[in-house]
């Protein structure tokens, strides 16, 4: 036995049919699971299948047995979740997880979950239920945690054994939850990392996990100021294995996520990657920049990205100076948050505990702080010097004394496309984009899907790399990189979710709540031509107005007979054309008459240019530039663009407008951008961000 052995003990529940618990051969014994807050267990999906279709119609349809008594539960969130509920798959995949809501358990121990990216290799223990031995019981191991591909945990020593899955697997040194028992081959064992979790929170409902979590740290804290509490618990078993150790110690650490659970919670990782990098460049040196992307979902995952910190020139541990300068920054961002909701919405109170939770963390960071170096006390004296002297009144008046600064994105979404390399697939990748100088990798596939696959094999990718890159309010824009033929694919109509009766962030399209641009891949690799450098610094300072892409259309059309404009014409027109200009096109242009011109007004530096997608078969040529002409002149500038761009598609794709309204922004209904700098990364323009006052509610 190991020191955790009875600490987990209490938290161990045997998933079954439902007044099956407590069968002593275990005939209708399904798996282990293991309580992370009370009334909510942490299980392997395979094992709550067991159930069959009642379970996935969300009924109590578990028995949960656990040293505290016996009950049933219900699953609430699953990742896999089988599409047809009479018919589980054969194998479940990874991630292989469940969250089931036990209602009756409020009194349940519950394990401590890891707040830290997995340290490869670990020293763990396996823990869950069992019949191997023929009798149903506890069974614990000592094995090593191996190796991770950021979906499975490999396992050698003590392997999970039949009945264990769904139980937990804990971090010797850190004595923490790093993952859940899956199964076993013949040499290694698998495990689910506890990271999975994060997948559970882009599932439909996945918001339940702030709260889930939010009671896991309640509980800890709860039990390490009881006296009551045998031994103390998780906290102070993790105290005895870091005696003597210097950096942020346990016992602050439950007290820091104790008070973070009373704050509302992030709205995705960009959030909180914006204040770790922040601090990390602050401690450890300006131009820091992880070479990893990380994934935090909660306050607390950003303090396990400040762990083990270092000096560069000693051993100094910067632990604390790191995790309460972030603390710091976390009040102060949810305070501006305050503030900039309250100037929205004019005139409000403060729901009773929003800024209590915040004065009271503040006041704990500064007594904190004492332990800290001296330059980070005063920078966090600065930073949570935010409002009025004055102790806000019993009313919760919010009040402000500091103006918030221009917000932006955390980083900006990269999907480069090549041309076809094998057959008709495309290569694709999906990146973050820093300030248009650093670039990320995420995902990627070079090996390319068909056009007609781009957009349900990006979906996901995209999803991802938008919240690694939205911080709060600001989201990324999305930067396509696209061969000339893919110029005319609808991204800014994609949705990150399969369009249903549900209107949420999730089911608008793209270029309904972002800046969606394309840039061209051909010219990607090559310097920068004058031109192309002449007329993007003319487009930054603006005014902006409308050259003809082909010359003939405003006038002619398209209609047969019309003597069209040839490559090397075009050219010569869009290169005499003032700086400033922008080619307009009432079509496509990723064939035909359309490629040709686009190609010429590329040769000729244009950075910017305008089309239709879907313009076949239109009389409206004339009034498309017109129209057009007036969007520039309106635009005054770049940033202006993207606004009235957006708008316009707002409004061309709500269905719920009167006719009048839709015929005001129909002729831009399909309408693409080119907007391509020179030298991006590094990129010397205006950024690329939603405006504040059009922004949706963050994804």
Excluded at 400 to 421: C, N
Aim: charged share 25%; net charge negative; aromatic share 6%.
């Amino acid at each position: 036995m190991n020191a955790f052995d009875e600490i987990v003990r209490p938290s161990l529940v045997r998933i079954a049919a439902p007044g099956a618990g407590y069968d002593p051969h275990g005939t209708h014994y399904w798996g282990s699971g293991f309580f992370i807050a009370p009334g909510w267990v942490l299980t392997c999906a395979h094992v709550v299948g067991k159930g069959e279709a009642a379970v996935w119609r969300g009924e109590r349809a578990l028995g949960i047995t656990w040293q505290g008594g016996v009950t049933t539960g219900e699953v609430v969130l699953a990742k896999p979740r089988p599409a047809d509920p009479d018919e589980p798959p054969y194998r479940w995949e990874f991630p292989d997880i469940a969250l089931v809501r036990v209602p009756d358990a409020q009194d349940a121990a519950c394990v401590w979950l890891s707040e830290r990216p997995l340290d490869i290799p670990a020293d763990v223990s396996l823990h869950g239920w069992s019949r191997e031995t023929g009798d149903l019981g506890i069974r614990h191991g000592v094995g090593q945690a191996h190796a991770t591909d950021g979906k499975a945990l490999l396992l050698r020593g003590s392997l999970p054994v039949e009945g264990c899955s769904g139980g937990p697997v804990v971090d010797l040194k850190q004595g923490a939850v790093i993952g859940m028992n899956k199964g076993r081959g013949e040499h290694e064992g698998a495990a689910v990392p506890i990271t999975a979790l994060r997948e559970l929170h882009d599932l439909r409902g996945g918001g339940i996990l702030h709260t889930v979590l939010r009671e896991h740290d309640r509980h800890h804290l709860r039990r390490f100021r009881s006296t009551s509490a045998a031994g103390g618990g998780w906290t102070r078993a993790q105290a005895d294995l870091r005696k003597g150790a210097p950096g942020f110690l346990p016992a602050a650490r439950a007290h820091l996520f104790g008070r973070f659970a009373e704050l509302p919670p992030p709205t995705g990782p960009g959030e909180v990657m914006v204040l770790v990098d922040d601090v990390k460049r602050r401690v450890l040196h300006s131009d820091y920049q992880s070479p990893i992307e990380h994934d935090p979902r909660t306050w607390r995952d950003g303090v396990g990205l400040l762990h083990d910190l270092r000096g560069r020139d000693s051993g100094h541990d910067l632990d604390v100076d790191a995790v309460l300068l972030y603390a710091a920054k976390v009040v102060r961002h949810l305070a501006e948050q305050a503030r900039s909701r309250a100037r929205a919405d004019g005139p409000r109170r403060a729901a009773p505990g929003e800024l209590g939770g915040l004065d009271e963390l503040a006041e704990w960071i500064t007594t904190q702080g004492e332990s800290a170096h001296q330059a980070i006390r005063e920078e966090i004296a600065q930073v949570l010097d935010f409002r009025e002297a004055a102790t806000p009144a019993p009313e919760f008046e919010v009040q402000f004394v500091r103006e918030r600064p221009a917000g932006h994105a955390r980083a900006d979404v990269l999907v480069e496309i090549d041309p076809v390399h094998y057959g008709d697939r495309y290569p694709w990748r999906v990146k973050l984009l820093y300030e248009g100088r650093t670039v990320s990798p995420l995902s990627g596939d070079d090996r390319g899907v068909r056009r007609a696959d781009l957009r349900e094999t990006l979906r996901e990718p995209l999803a991802d790399a938008l919240r690694r890159g939205d911080s709060g309010e600001h989201l990324a824009a999305i930067e396509a990189l696209l061969p000339r033929e893919l110029f005319d694919e609808p991204l800014d109509t994609w949705r990150l979710s399969p369009e249903d009766d549900l209107f949420d962030e999730h089911s608008m399209a793209l270029g309904e709540r972002r800046i969606v641009v394309i840039r061209d891949r051909r010219r990607r690799d090559r310097p920068a031509s004058p031109e192309w450098r002449r007329r993007w610094q003319a487009a930054v300072r603006g005014p902006l107005a409308v050259v003809p892409l082909r010359g003939e259309v405003p006038e002619s059309g398209h209609g047969p007979g019309v003597r069209r404009e040839s490559r090397r014409a075009t050219y010569a027109r869009l290169s005499d054309a003032e700086d400033g200009t922008v080619p307009v096109y009432c079509g496509p242009v990723g064939s035909g008459d359309g490629l040709d011109a686009m190609a010429a007004a590329i040769a000729a530096g244009h950075p910017l240019a305008l089309w239709r997608r879907c313009g076949q078969d239109h009389s409206d040529c004339r009034e498309f530039h017109v129209r057009a002409d007036e969007l520039l002149a309106r635009a005054d500038g770049m940033d202006g663009l993207h606004r009235h761009i957006r708008s316009l598609r707002i409004i061309s794709m709500d269905p719920d407008v009167t006719p009048d309204t839709v015929s005001e922004a129909a002729w831009a209904a399909s309408v693409a951008v080119l907007f391509d700098p020179p030298d991006r990364p590094p990129y010397d323009g205006v950024p690329l961000q939603v405006p504040p006052q059009l922004s949706g509610p963050s994804a």
